[in-house]
């Protein structure tokens, strides 16, 4: 039965400064946690997640969701974490190289994938992804995925959705730190669908998959990984949900 969304609000929507830190410190000093979602939603309602977001006391704003909005350094200083969603276009060079930046002196990301099984659709955030040495690749594969490499994202997490979605290729490169978290079984071992990257000051987490932002879908939704996430991207002093006990 689909959990009420009041009593998700209930069980995450303590504010504490944890970000890069230890996640149980509490610091009436922290900012408000600025989180801008690029692009659309996805298939399934999507306003349950902003509102889950937003009641954590984090500001909330979707952007760049038509393909006439240039990805500019003024966009992003407004916040401290992005979330890619359903991009509306591939993102040109120049504007790759503003937002590594961007991650480069601080922010966080968090990137998803596998909108409609078309990949010209799906892999418009690989044009994003390029400085921090990663993309989106192969065939759609599907979960849930039970296989987590220890990590602060990944504590205490047993099983994520994932229908539908995408492998991660590591790019190399030296600008980054990737550290594959997350796996599915494959035909010649396992194959890497969640990625923890440091560039810089900034760090992000890649997904290869969408559902895990679908509230909507009730027992599909996983607040841990959201809550752990965005306390290891976000920026120092920047007030994030305490995870469940």
């Not at 998700?8 to 509490?26: H, K, M």
């Not at 969701?65 to 060079?93: G, K, N, S």
Request: aromatic content about 10%; proline content about 7%; charged content about 15%.
């Amino acid at each position: 039965m689909k959990r009420p969304l009041a009593l998700v609000f209930l069980a995450f929507t303590l504010a504490a400064c944890g970000a890069r830190s230890d996640l149980e410190d509490a610091d009436a000093a922290c900012a408000p946690l600025e989180i801008g979602l690029l692009g659309n939603p996805g298939a399934y309602d999507s306003s349950e997640f902003e509102q889950w977001l937003a009641s954590s006391g984090a500001g909330v704003q979707r952007i760049q969701t038509t393909a006439d909005e240039p990805l500019t350094e003024e966009v992003l200083q407004r916040f401290d974490v992005v979330v890619i969603d359903w991009l509306t276009r591939d993102y040109t060079a120049s504007e790759a190289a503003t937002f590594g930046d961007w991650i480069t002196a601080g922010g966080g990301v968090a990137s998803m994938t596998g909108w409609n099984n078309v990949i010209a659709d799906d892999w418009h955030a690989n044009s994003l992804l390029a400085p921090l040495g990663v993309a989106y690749s192969g065939a759609l594969i599907s979960g849930p995925v039970t296989d987590f490499a220890p990590h602060p994202i990944t504590k205490g997490l047993g099983s994520v959705v994932f229908k539908g979605g995408y492998a991660i290729s590591d790019l190399g490169g030296a600008e980054s730190t990737r550290t594959p978290i997350a796996f599915l079984p494959g035909d010649s071992g396992a194959v890497n669908v969640g990625y923890a990257i440091d560039m810089g000051s900034g760090r992000a987490f890649v997904w290869g998959d969408e559902w895990i932002e679908f509230l909507s879908q009730g027992s599909d939704f996983p607040p841990r990984l959201w809550v752990q996430m965005f306390a290891w991207i976000a920026p120092p002093k920047r007030c994030v949900l305490v995870p469940p006990s």
